[in-house]
């Protein structure tokens, strides 16, 4: 075989093989525990938790409040340091280090002394001058989340669902590719949710960004998720890893099959479960 030939078949067998093609994940989680002291008190929040956001993946967390899943995205986001554990994206270490994620907190944050519009460019001006045409792609989508004529309010002139829907504009349109969602649509109606649900689910599989998504609604996170991780109550670990089996792109039809109410049901019960023994 001539060096030549013998070059090309190990071309072809590198590129062939499976791992040249898979990228490391968008997000591992590995071994991650924290405790909290305040006043002599430990509290033990997360206890050994690893979980994966693969490229383009949507990943959900549920589990009982105090379970520690802000805690975790404050971890993810290098504003708080784990006890134990590493953090990586994209194959590198990043743990304790800021501005590597698009984060929408639990409460909208958004700063009052900027308008509606500027708040939603906040992120893109942090990076760096904003891209031509930043402004008008920002206001094209203040009018698809029903805040046209907001433009140039304040955040306390708006309501508290219409603060939550800029402050998730604001993440969306930041330049980072993993996005990390704590509860987005927990101030909203149920049916400025369930169109915020189907908005969200559209643009996703339009746009496929890494996304790890905390919420408490169940349908939503079968309705949104590759994957569910379903957490304990206090100290936090992952109870079930949940494949969510529906092709895309999904339709809200999907919410009516009897495979979807199966999972439904077995999340529900889970949930139910770890409720109780944390009200004990
Ligand atoms: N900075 C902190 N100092 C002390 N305790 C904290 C701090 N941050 C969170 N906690 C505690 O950690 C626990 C988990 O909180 P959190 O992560 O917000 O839970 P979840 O988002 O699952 O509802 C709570 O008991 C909370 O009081
Ligand atoms: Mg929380």
Same mark, same amino acid.
């Given at each position: 075989?001539?060096?030549?030939?013998?070059?090309?078949?190990?071309?072809?067998e590198?590129?062939?093989?499976?791992? *040249?093609?898979?990228?490391p994940?968008?997000?591992?989680v590995?071994?991650?525990?924290k405790?909290?002291?305040?006043?002599?008190?430990?509290?033990?929040?997360?206890?050994?938790v690893s979980?994966?956001?693969?490229?383009q993946?949507?990943?959900?967390?549920?589990?009982?409040?105090?379970?520690?899943?802000?805690? =975790?995205?404050?971890?993810?986001?290098?504003?708080?340091?784990?006890?134990?554990g590493?953090?990586?994206?994209?194959?590198?270490?990043v743990?304790?280090?800021?501005?590597e994620?698009?984060?929408?907190?639990?409460?909208?944050?958004l700063?009052?002394?900027?308008?509606?519009?500027?708040n939603?460019?906040?992120?893109g001006?942090?990076?760096g001058?904003?891209?031509?045409?930043?402004?008008?792609?920002?206001?094209?989508?203040?009018?698809?989340?029903?805040?046209?004529? +907001?433009?140039?309010?304040?955040?306390?002139?708006?309501?508290?669902?219409?603060?939550?829907? *800029?402050?998730f =504009?604001?993440?969306?349109?930041?330049?980072q590719?993993?996005?990390?969602?704590?509860?987005? +649509?927990?101030?909203?109606?149920?049916?400025?949710?369930s169109?915020?649900?189907?908005?969200?689910?559209?643009?996703?599989?339009?746009?496929?960004?890494?996304? =790890?998504?905390?919420?408490?609604?169940?349908?939503?996170?079968?309705?949104?998720?590759?994957?569910?991780?379903?957490?304990?109550?206090?100290?936090?670990?992952?109870?079930?890893?949940?494949?969510?089996?529906?092709?895309?792109p999904?339709?809200?039809e999907?919410?009516?099959?009897p495979?979807?109410?199966?999972?439904?049901?077995?999340?529900?019960?889970?949930?139910?479960?770890?409720?109780?023994?944390?009200?004990?």
């Amino acid at each position: 075989m001539s060096q030549a030939t013998q070059i090309e078949q190990r071309t072809t067998e590198i590129i062939s093989s499976p791992e *040249a093609h898979t990228a490391p994940p968008a997000l591992e989680v590995s071994g991650i525990s924290k405790s909290f002291t305040h006043r002599r008190r430990e509290t033990n929040v997360l206890n050994n938790v690893s979980l994966k956001v693969e490229q383009q993946e949507f990943v959900s967390i549920v589990g009982p409040s105090g379970c520690g899943k802000s805690t =975790l995205f404050h971890m993810i986001g290098g504003l708080v340091k784990p006890d134990a554990g590493t953090i990586r994206m994209n194959g590198k270490i990043v743990t304790g280090q800021r501005g590597e994620i698009s984060y929408m907190p639990q409460q909208p944050a958004l700063f009052p002394w900027r308008t509606i519009e500027d708040n939603v460019l906040l992120a893109g001006e942090i990076k760096g001058a904003l891209q031509d045409g930043a402004r008008e792609e920002a206001r094209q989508w203040l009018a698809k989340v029903g805040l046209n004529g +907001f433009e140039q309010a304040y955040p306390h002139m708006l309501s508290g669902g219409m603060q939550q829907r *800029a402050a998730f =504009l604001r993440a969306l349109l930041a330049p980072q590719e993993l996005m990390l969602l704590d509860e987005p +649509f927990s101030a909203l109606d149920a049916l400025t949710r369930s169109e915020m649900q189907r908005w969200l689910l559209e643009l996703w599989e339009e746009n496929r960004r890494s996304v =790890l998504f905390i919420t408490h609604n169940i349908e939503e996170a079968l309705l949104l998720s590759n994957r569910i991780y379903v957490f304990s109550g206090r100290p936090g670990s992952i109870l079930h890893t949940v494949d969510v089996p529906f092709p895309r792109p999904r339709r809200d039809e999907i919410t009516d099959s009897p495979e979807f109410l199966k999972l439904k049901r077995q999340l529900s019960q889970w949930m139910r479960e770890e409720q109780a023994k944390s009200e004990k």
